[in-house]
């Protein structure tokens, strides 16, 4: 091997090195500190809590119903807002039939506009918190009480779990459940332990009037979750997981609304990481050594790329990028068994691992529309559900 090539493999395992880092420290660090049982459940009730369950949704008329009965049985008399957003099917009349309030809204605008416009009403009519519940889920017995418990205790924010209700029609599905229990859970329960702010995921969130009064929703990118999180992180306001309450939630089963899905995830993940990583870094090197979680957290590569370029490292004729590559590996086997174990059918999902190659050769054709879904004015188009009968995504704004 001559110099010259010694030397560009040297710099191509540096870069891989650095690409690949973050991830690889996030899923050894959240993955040990996850294992083991979590805390017993809250003894607590919605009673005299004033806790309003926002319920963002446009054309849900094959879910809305459900969930909302799913809410209504978790916390008896909870006041549930469903955000009708330029709805042009039965949302509206379903939500209200089921025994929601429904506020109708009209103009562009994505998820957190629906958002914003429930917090605000529910404010202004003396919530003391606000629960979000996505149109297309249910949720566990415990959930409200738990959440009322939490926020009562002083959480000014909290995360519920967030995971995939049934074991999936297909190997895609499951493995993409898996994936979410890695995402929701592990790496959520991992931040708890070591004190950091979970994270929020759109879905099973609440927050207290007074965390709303001090860091105003107006997140509104394709992953207006992620955003304001991040302006919680830098507000320095904690979010706690809440690891004995559920919210189940939907995955796409067809092909074309899974490529919609996660495409929006992770070209919105995209941009967070230009708009934030700067930001992070330069509080990190000002001795803020609790963003530094945050920080590797936005600059986490997907998890499919990173098996990919670890896997490409292994076949390197260098040692230290062979050595460092096994260890990324390796955390990535702990990581997925951690997931694995904190599902309810650990075996089954691990055997969803059979598409896993399938599923990073998809990953790698979705890269062009990621990149377009990465853009700054980049548009939102909603998922399409599982009920509904064509398998293409629907534009709109919600």
Known sequence: MNAAFRLALEAAGLALLLV?????????????????????????STGGFRLAVIVPAHNEASSIATCVRSLLASGGAVNVLVTAHNCTDDTASLAA??????????????KGLALAHGFRQALAEGAEAVLVIDADSVVSANLLAEV????????????????????????RARLAALALLGMNVVRPRGR??????????????????????????????????????????????????????TVFGEM????????????RWEGGRALMRREWSGRLAGDVLRGQVRKLEPLLDVLAL???????????????????????????????????????????????????LAAAPGYMLWKLM???????????????????????GQDRPKPGPL
């Open 20 to 44: 690949t880092l973050p991830l690889t420290l996030e899923l050894w660090a959240l993955s040990l500190a996850a294992l083991g049982s979590s805390r017993s459940r809250r003894s607590a």
């Open 97 to 110: 039939a089921a025994g929601a309030r429904v506020l109708e809204l009209e103009g562009a605008g994505g």
């Open 148 to 171: 009322a418990g939490a926020l009562r205790g002083g959480a000014p924010a909290v995360q519920t779990r967030y995971v995939a209700a049934g074991a999936g029609a297909n190997l």
């Open 192 to 245: 708890s332990r070591l004190g950091l702010s979970c994270g929020i995921f759109g879905n099973g969130f609440a927050l207290s009037a007074e965390t709303l009064r001090r860091v105003p929703y107006t997140a509104n990118s394709l992953v207006e979750d992620l955003e304001y999180h991040l302006r919680l992180v830098q507000a320095g306001i904690r979010v706690e997981f809440l690891d004995t309450a």
């Open 252 to 263: 796409p089963e067809r092909s074309a609304a899974a490529t919609t899905q996660r495409a």
């Open 302 to 352: 997907p998890l499919a790329l990173q098996a990919i370029l670890l896997a490409c490292g292994l076949c390197v004729p260098l040692v230290w990028l062979r050595m460092y590559a096994g260890f990324g590996l390796l955390g990535m086997v702990l990581y997925v068994g951690v997931a694995a174990s904190l599902g309810p059918d650990p075996a089954r999902m691990l055997r969803a």
């Open 366 to 388: 979705l890269l062009p529309r990621t990149r377009r879904a990465a853009r700054k004015d980049a548009a939102w188009v909603r998922t399409a559900r599982n009920a509904e």
